[in-house]
């Protein structure tokens, strides 16, 4: 069987990880059936630290086929990856082609699979926030109404899909592979201290040293939605509340994206945030570096679709920047750490101060259980068996 596997921006690494290494011990265990497996990354990241830094702390093997796509507007994203995208299926002819999540990689690639009529699977199916302004949202309809294989994390994702008319041969309720990567990597990310993760990530424009947090004395954020940082009527209240409220009883660790870095140079706000005192602004991240502040954040601010399952396994109260979620599993009224309070000041007011007297409170979700790669590629062989008897 052939496999062609497709990457694209930073959500997407965490999600292959797991699913390439389920499939090398597949292969080194099965005495008959061989995957051949081959990983195309479009590009659309392409900073070390947006990109290459994953795929060598998360033992993703170096692409085969790197399509070089880069910054663009949407239509350049979606177009060049299409037309690289289709070269490489007319030479390689996969059985399958696999993608992730809902990054312009994955609508791009899954279009141009069926039209060159080749199989789709969607690992992440079926998840709805209903929000039609959303890229990631129409990325994830147009992808699911294509897919052929649509392997979903949670029962209500499995849901959304059969209410959409999805037949019921093409749905199937595999886990979170996110999760497969939190539990393989907590063990490393648990040994980093926070003082490390300062020192190797703090901005160079930073004024003076930073007061180092333990545990539990900081507030950590990312911010990178268009609809949160690109327009200065809600971006601004935003950092003023963060300037002159969350930095009054805590320290808040910031590592930036670069879309938000570049709305806050546009918006003459840099300054403000890079010389406040109780501001730690880093760059973006590594993934176990993350992981580690995750665990010892006393409340998390973030417009993520991860970082909001990641909240919900980790227990981190978390203030989710954003008026609606396509994954709503990972809500308080659902058992998860997860609130949802919009771009509105006086929402995000009321509901900071309430989550800050609450508890951790971890939850795991149905089959978040760290062996959702196994479930894939076991059905993936399954659908394979039962073409060639
Ligand atoms: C993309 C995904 C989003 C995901 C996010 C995580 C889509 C539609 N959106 O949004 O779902 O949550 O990634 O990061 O696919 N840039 C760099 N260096 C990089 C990558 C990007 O400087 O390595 C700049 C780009 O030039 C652009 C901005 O960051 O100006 C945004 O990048 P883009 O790829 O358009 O989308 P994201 O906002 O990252």
Known sequence: MKIISVVGARPNF?????????????????????INHLLVHTGQHYDVRMSEAFFKELGIPNPDINLEIGSGSDAEQLGYTMIAFEKVLVEHKPDWVIVVGDVNATLSCSVIAKRLNRKVCHIEAGLRSGD?????????????????LLLTPDKLSSENLRNEGTPEAKIHFVGNIMIDTLEANKGKAEKITIEKIIQNNLIPETVSPPKIPNDGEFALMTLHRPSNVDSEKTFVPIVNFLTNEVTKNHILIWPIHPRARK????????????????????????????????????IMLTDSGGLQEECCVLGTPCLTLRWNTERPITLREHGGASVLVGNNIERIREEYFHTLKLNRHPSRPELWDGHTAERIVKKLVEMNESKTN
């Open 132 to 148: 039609m302004t959303m890229p990631e949202e129409i990325n994830r309809l147009v992808t699911d109404r294509l897919s052929d």
């Open 14 to 34: 965490m999600k292959i990880a797991p699913f390439i290494k389920a499939i090398n011990e597949f292969n080194s265990n099965s005495l008959t059936e061989h």
């Open 263 to 298: 709305q806050l140079i546009i918006h003459d706000l840099w300054d403000k945030v890079r010389n406040h005192p109780s501001f730690i602004l880093l760059e973006p991240l590594g993934y176990h570096e993350m992981l580690r502040l995750n665990m010892g954040a006393n």
